[in-house]
């Protein structure tokens, strides 16, 4: 009689323990899916961040584009300067020359 309630209690016991162990399985469980779940949300947040920065690096380089752009266009602007400059030269050299040449003509 006695021998049976020890088995008894120790079976109690052993369930107990099971019924701990299974829980604490459980709570690792549990962790472990936070664990994933806090990842794939830093990895969607670093998803987030380099678009981001890939955005902001995409962003710059047109800026930049758009400033190579400008300064052509201002050499360019330069560059009719300068060809309007010697062809009011050449006009003014044509100008002498074809009003200097009637005054040696007409002595």
């Known amino acids: 009689m006695i021998e049976v309630k020890i088995g008894t209690r120790d079976v109690e016991r ?7 162990r299974e829980r604490e399985r459980e709570e690792r469980e549990r962790e472990r899916e936070r664990e994933r779940e806090r990842e794939r ?21 047109r800026e930049r584009e758009r400033e190579r752009e400008r300064e052509r266009e201002r050499e ?3 560059e009719r300067e300068r060809e309007r400059e010697r062809e009011r030269e050449r006009e003014s050299e044509r100008e002498t020359r074809t009003h200097i040449h009637p005054f040696f003509s007409r002595r």
Do not use: M
Request: hydrophobic share 5%; no cysteine.
């Open 14 to 20: 052993e369930r107990e323990r099971e019924r701990e």
């Open 41 to 61: 949300e830093r990895e969607r947040g670093r998803g987030r961040e380099r678009e981001s920065v890939r955005a902001r690096e995409r962003e710059r380089e």
């Open 76 to 78: 360019r602007e330069r």
